[in-house]
């Protein structure tokens, strides 16, 4: 018997056999159709995925990992930015068409769950798991258990707003947290100071701030280009600032990082932590949360999602 987790993206969907112990076995990869394309088309995406990592084994069960909101039931997405469920009874759905129960998340808690079972909390009773990504995503384990909230949308950290009347967001609001601290917001400071650098930053984009990207702006501030390190600063900075608010709120044991701009290091991470102390009220008497990478990488919310499927935690 196979258990498949399953994380769909709004680029792709990453389906993967993990065991009870949280091991890949398997990896498929495959695109998905976009915001634009059929809900068919979609959920068509996401079921071949599945057969396809499950290679002809019986399945014991789904997990479904989705980067939307999800409902309290665990069973409708009711809203997906970059996807085209909108109220879709999804679980019902892929469960018929799997033949094999399956258990519905969205991602960012599929993630924290990987990281509090496996990864980065795995020694702490309650955890903030912040995922930086194009956005910001977040889950939450409190007391062991995953808290979802009252209409089951806690944890869109996000669209909480962190300068008035800030800059403007994809939502429709303005001054969110992710303007200030994303893979977009790394590039916009970059850009923003490129000028007339001509130091490795402007070199690999050769001086044309379109063609940047977030791996070059690492790779550039690694090597000490003071553009790209100004960059990772200001992101980082905010990130501290908006974390700060998160333990002011919850009080967590640790808060775990994760998303691709953590492979940048103490790059985002040392400023983060400084930031974190300056805002936090208080912080010089009382316990400041250890704030780490992620340990699980792009596969997190894949096997969070396959966990969920054998032990939906809080459910």
Request: aromatic share 4%; net charge negative.
């Amino acid at each position: 018997m196979t258990t498949v987790g399953v994380d769909v993206g709004g680029t792709k969907v990453l389906a993967g056999v993990v065991t009870a112990s949280g091991a890949v076995t398997r990896v498929v990869r495959r695109s998905t159709p976009g915001r634009l394309a059929s809900v068919e088309a979609t959920e068509d995406a996401v079921v071949a995925a599945v057969a396809e990592a499950a290679d002809g084994a019986e399945l014991e069960a789904v997990g479904i990992s989705a980067a939307g909101f999800v409902d309290a039931a665990a069973e409708r997405v009711a809203f997906a930015p970059h996807l085209p469920w909108r109220g879709e009874p999804v679980r019902a759905r892929l469960e018929e068409r799997c033949g094999a129960p399956v258990v519905l998340d969205n991602d960012a808690n599929a993630a924290a769950w990987a990281e509090y079972t496996l990864g980065a909390a795995r020694d702490a009773d309650s955890a903030v798991v912040v995922t930086l990504g194009t956005g910001i995503g977040g889950g939450l384990v409190l007391g062991g258990r995953l808290h979802r909230g009252f209409g089951g949308m806690a944890g869109e950290f996000g669209h909480a707003q962190l300068v008035p009347d800030g800059r403007p967001c994809e939502c429709g609001g303005r001054g969110c947290w992710e303007q200030y601290t994303s893979g977009n917001a790394l590039l916009r400071h970059a850009r923003a100071g490129l000028g007339t650098s001509a130091g490795p930053l402007a070199a690999l984009c050769d001086g044309d701030p379109a063609r940047m990207t977030g791996p070059m702006v690492t790779r550039a501030a690694a090597g000490g280009d003071d553009v790209a390190r100004h960059a990772f600063e200001e992101v980082g900075t905010w990130l501290g600032v908006g974390v700060a608010n998160l333990v002011a709120a919850l009080d967590p044991e640790v808060v775990v990082v994760g998303g691709g701009l953590v492979d940048s290091g103490d790059l985002l991470l040392t400023p983060a932590r400084a930031a974190l102390r300056r805002s936090l009220v208080g912080s010089a008497y009382r316990t400041v949360p250890v704030l780490r990478p992620a340990a699980l990488g792009p596969e997190a919310g894949m096997v969070g999602a396959a966990l969920l499927a054998g032990r939906p935690a809080g459910r």
